[in-house]
């Protein structure tokens, strides 16, 4: 079955440093992949998405690119702010049999803390 | 126009009692998804509705487990004779397939149960 790994959290960092945060995957179809974002006391929001190889998804200074030699979409920010406090979730729908439609597969989310 | 809505955003409510949770979607979205995330499971997709049929419910947890959708739109929730680990926060999204293209989903703000 399809599943999504992402690298252990909490991640504390202070503000304007480098963010990664890794996730790997397993589908047995042909993915797309996501990355979703919950700000406290919110829902969740698509951050960005990737639908083929090579993709790079991008959006407010947040990249992943869709590798699948080595089946990752890792999230990467050059600085993060304090406003990127939130969780940070990973996931894949991947479309089989011709269907177009497809349930999101969840990593288990990663807390990211920013400090002043 | 107005995001996908759920009511009530706080439940709590005795073992052994039924509860039902409702997800309005974006209006024009065909397809609905139920998800819940607890702290000891994560993000699990529960059922998806492609109009009022659902041809994926491989995620409900149990037969005390249903949802319907009526008139391709409002979606309930039904949880029978509830238990302690029913406690969870019960996510709706909802979405427009494009056939051959992966489609976002988009998040209600969730309905947290409680089971005492």
């Known amino acids: 079955g399809d599943s999504v790994t992402q690298m252990e959290g909490p991640v504390t960092l202070s503000e304007e440093a480098f963010l990664t945060i890794n996730c790997t995957y397993t589908?047995?179809?042909?993915?797309?992949l996501f990355w979703y974002v919950q700000y406290p006391g919110e829902g969740l929001q698509l951050l960005l998405k990737?639908?083929?190889?090579?993709d790079k998804g991008s959006n407010k200074g947040f990249e992943a690119t869709y590798r699948k030699e080595t089946t990752s979409f890792h999230l990467e920010k050059g600085s993060v702010q304090v406003s990127d406090s939130a969780v940070y979730f990973c996931?894949?729908?991947?479309?089989?049999?011709?269907?177009?439609?497809?349930?999101?597969?969840f990593g288990q989310g990663t807390i990211l803390t920013v400090h002043p | 126009g107005a995001g996908v809505s759920q009511s009530p955003s706080n439940k709590v409510t005795e073992k052994g009692k039924d509860v039902e949770l409702r997800c309005d979607p974006i209006?024009?979205?065909?397809?609905l998804y139920w998800y819940r995330q607890s702290l000891g499971q994560g993000l699990e997709f529960l059922i998806y509705f492609q109009g009022n049929s659902a041809p994926d419910k491989s995620g409900l947890p149990s037969d005390r487990f249903s949802a319907e959708r009526t008139g391709g739109s409002v979606s309930t929730l039904t949880i029978q004779r509830t238990q302690q680990e029913d406690s969870a926060v019960y996510l709706c999204?909802?979405?427009?397939?494009?056939?051959?293209?992966?489609?976002?989903?988009?998040f209600g703000p969730g309905t947290r149960l409680t089971v005492t």
């Open positions: 589908a047995t179809g042909y993915p797309s």
């Open positions: 990737a639908t083929k190889a090579d």
């Open positions: 999204a909802s979405s427009l397939p494009v056939p051959g293209k992966p489609y976002e989903q988009y």
């Open positions: 996931a894949l729908i991947s479309y089989t049999g011709g269907t177009s439609y497809g349930k999101l597969t």
């Open positions: 209006s024009g979205h065909t397809a």
